[in-house]
Nanobody, 126 residues
């Protein structure tokens, strides 16, 4: 059974940084593509950042490019999202996402995702 457990969310002021973590179990982590999505109040879930299974390729939504960085640690079965220069519009529930082995999370849509975490809340005040 695949489990993705996020942590690291919180309430911060605009301009601050947060680092989200996601620990995975039950999947072949080293060969799995991971990513992050978010869902803001009254909005649909959207892609934020993703990586190919071998991390040779990463992709970011235009709204976070240059501020967010995704990274993957196979030894810890973890994927991270470093978020800098946070803005109020970044307020959302952030979800960790995974696909089956040897697929990509680069420019993925919600329908591509096979496994979801429960989410962690990020709130940015102005």
């Amino acid at each position: 059974q695949v489990q993705l457990v996020e942590s690291g969310g919180g309430l911060v002021q605009a301009g601050a940084s947060l680092r989200l973590s996601c620990v995975a179990s039950g999947l072949s982590f080293a060969s799995s593509a991971l990513g992050w999505f978010r869902q803001g109040p009254g909005k649909e879930r959207e892609f934020v950042a993703g990586t190919s299974w071998n991390t040779h390729a990463t992709h970011y939504a235009d709204s976070v490019k240059g501020r967010f960085t995704i990274s993957k640690d196979n030894a810890k079965s973890s994927v991270y999202l470093q978020m800098n220069s946070l803005k109020p519009e970044d307020t959302a529930i952030y979800y960790c996402a995974a696909r089956r082995p040897y697929r990509s999370m680069v420019q993925a849509s919600t329908t591509d995702v096979e496994y979801w975490g429960r989410g962690t809340q990020v709130a940015v005040s102005s």
